[in-house]
């Protein structure tokens, strides 16, 4: 028989305080082997996860969490917390459709602080409640824990602008593995590469261990050192050239972040100097499991895997995704114009723009966690005669509209965005569908759209945008193309001009993107019905084809259908046409609603939102008996 965990003895935080050091590391141990055993059948962000058990484990027996407060960054490293706060039960359920969300979310636990999964925004956050403190005159403690690699993103720099300035009560945790998804890159990664050798910095950490070992009477309960401790931490721990010390926050030497005693010794301190304080930990990303150490990379978001090897399960071979097919036909054009720039903000591997390194490793760009800076680097390139193909998911791209629209598209630039994961991404959820770039792409003066419907018009897309020059925006989707061939020299797409899929007189569904596949599916349903739809491949969003949208209003009705948010949307876009054109037909249109989806199976998600053949079918039937009723 097993012996009893204490991980099963674990129904909240509270439950940490009482056992040691040792028993917490047994406890990391137990919780490792549970997370390995549930992402090997889910999927999920295994290797940030391993690397910060013992962070949250230290931070939950010190706080008291939900009225201390625990922020994460991404929320992708936040499994151990998951398990902690009562959730052991329906981790099982982890990332799937009505079960619980891969990420920290407030609806799910009072333990969760804000809906995470958007990197370093975790400080700005920590910021808000520690200055609520402030203002409401209360105690609570607020604790952020933040990568390496989030940290080099511009809201990072914001927050710690602000709690410098105004001296706010927050500890952040600085979880430093060196990684970001890949090698974390950029010169704040090498000041933290400075910090954790520097002899100056071996100083500072014997004489925080000596500031631990005078105070270890007090013990490591949490207790108020007052204003006198404050000033020795300042004085002991920072050499005066360290940049967070310039910025008025205290910043500890480097902590072992899988030795739980010392995490534990080192967070009382920061948490009783009630202070701005950066406690700076050092983790290995996949600390526990060999596989995840051997490939943090792979192990950043992994699919089911096989445990004893880490091997990927097994997969029924298909089409290559879109991105694979992105970054190929990206090399193809770059070997024919040295002027092609592919720029990523932290998500080579993600984006498809591996293949783009290897070759071209001096025309690549990783700028880090930095969706504005990449948009408004890829301006200057443009202006200085290059190419830029700016390679982001179109919900982190949400972060960068304003530099689309001022940097690039106000001076009408040639930069191309490659919007990759548009629409429902899946097992991410709510912060990471890629719901809005419809609007925000074709809201913005001189900006192009197209949303191609298959790999071989995502490589006639981008030969379009990089031979047309301008702002110009392609989205498509996570996952498998439709398996159709891809030209080598694909044809530049004659602007604003639609394809017509299949004909018919009844009904006109004008179908965006990777919705048209789906919309000729339905045709055929409708078709045994004894309902002939026509099917239009619209793909320019914008300018969108007048004609075809003219023709539609001989039908009965005209439908459109895209992934992302029907407000301000495609649809919305096709009845604005109309209005132009004084034309008055009836339009029904599917796309999502006016609510955040979930997380879960991608077709499951699909299929809930009516985007399925049969919903686009039925959704049609059902307009159709409305208007004879
Ligand atoms: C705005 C934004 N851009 C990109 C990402 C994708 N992303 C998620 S985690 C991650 C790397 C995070 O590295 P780090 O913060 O060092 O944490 P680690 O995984 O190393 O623990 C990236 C690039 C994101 N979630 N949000
Ligand atoms: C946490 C995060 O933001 C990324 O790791 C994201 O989950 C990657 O998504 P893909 O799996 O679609 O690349
Ligand atoms: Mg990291």
């Known amino acids: 028989m097993d012996e009893a965990r204490i991980l099963d003895a674990v129904r909240s935080p509270a439950d940490l305080k009482v056992l040691t050091d040792e028993e917490l590391a047994i406890l990391a141990q137990e919780i490792r082997e549970e997370m390995v055993s549930v992402t090997s059948r889910t999927g999920g962000h295994l290797a940030s996860s391993l690397g910060a058990v013992e962070i949250i484990l230290a931070v939950h027996s010190l706080i008291d969490a939900p009225k201390d407060r625990f922020v994460f960054d991404v929320g992708h490293q ?105 090698r974390n890159v950029g010169a704040l990664m090498k000041h933290l590469g400075y910090m954790r050798t520097t002899a100056e910095y071996r100083d500072a950490r014997d004489s925080f261990q000596e500031l631990l070992e005078t105070s270890a009477p007090l013990g490591r309960a949490m207790v108020r050192f007052g204003k006198n401790m404050k000033e020795s931490i300042k004085q002991m721990v920072i050499p005066h050239s360290m940049m967070f010390e310039q910025l008025g926050i205290v910043c500890t030497a ?18 009783a100097a009630d202070a701005p304080v950066l406690m700076h930990v050092v983790t290995k990303k996949g600390a526990g499991y060999e596989p995840a150490l051997r490939d943090p990379e792979r192990f950043h978001g992994v699919g089911p895997f096989d445990i004893a090897t880490g091997a990927d399960a ?161 989205r498509y989707p996570r996952g498998a193309a439709e398996g159709v061939p891809v030209p080598e020299d694909p044809p530049v797409l004659p602007v604003g001009v639609s394809r017509l899929l299949r004909d018919g007189d009844d009904v006109a569904i004008l179908a965006f993107g990777c919705m048209a596949p789906r919309a000729v599916k339905a045709a055929r349903l409708l078709a045994a019905r004894g309902i002939e739809a026509r099917v239009v491949d619209m793909r320019w969003v914008k300018p969108m084809d007048e004609e075809a949208i003219r023709d539609a209003c001989d039908t009965r009705l005209i439908v459109t259908v895209e992934a992302g948010v029907i407000a301000g949307g495609a649809g919305e876009g096709v009845c604005g046409y109309l209005a132009e054109m004084g034309l008055d037909s009836p339009v029904r249109m599917l796309g999502v609603p006016d609510v955040f989806v979930p997380q879960g199976r991608a077709d499951l998600l699909v299929d809930d939102l009516g985007l399925s053949p049969e919903g686009i079918a039925d959704a049609i039937l059902e307009t159709l008996a409305e208007q004879v009723a």
């Open 78 to 182: 936040a499994y151990a917390h998951k398990l902690v706060t009562g959730r052991l039960g329906e981790f099982e359920t982890l990332r799937s459709y009505g079960g619980i969300s891969g990420f920290p979310k407030p609806g799910e636990s009072p333990y969760d602080v804000h809906p995470s999964g958007h990197a370093s925004d975790s400080l700005s956050v920590a910021t808000g409640l520690a200055k609520a403190r402030v203002l409401s005159g209360t105690d609570e403690k607020v604790v952020a824990l933040i990568g390496d690699a989030a940290l080099s993103g511009g809201m990072a720099f914001e927050a710690l602008n602000y709690m410098g300035a105004e001296q706010l009560p927050l500890v952040v945790i600085l979880n430093d593995n060196e990684r970001s998804i890949s």
């Open 254 to 271: 480097p902590v072992d972040g899988h030795d739980i005693a010392a995490l534990r010794e080192t967070l009382a301190v920061c948490l």
């Open 314 to 474: 097994p997969k029924k071979p298909g089409p290559p995704s879109y991105t694979a097919v992105f970054g190929e036909a990206l090399v193809r054009e770059a070997r024919a114009d040295d002027r092609i720039v592919a720029i990523t903000a932290a998500m080579e591997g993600g984006t498809g723009l591996k293949p783009f390194a290897a070759e071209f490793p001096e025309r690549f760009v990783d700028v880090g966690i930095a969706e504005e800076q990449a948009v408004a680097m890829a301006s200057g390139l443009a202006i200085g005669g290059k190419k830029p193909v700016v390679a982001i998911y179109s919900t982190f791209m949400q972060r960068a509209i304003d530099q689309m629209a001022i940097d690039c598209a106000l001076p009408d630039l040639d930069v191309v965005f490659a919007l990759d994961r548009a629409g429902i991404v899946g097992e991410d959820g709510p912060t990471h569908h890629g719901m809005f770039d419809l609007v925000y792409t074709r809201m913005i003066p001189n900006m192009r759209v197209v949303a191609p419907s298959d790999e071989a018009e995502l490589a006639s897309a981008l030969r379009t945008a990089l031979a047309l020059g301008g702002p110009f925006a392609i």
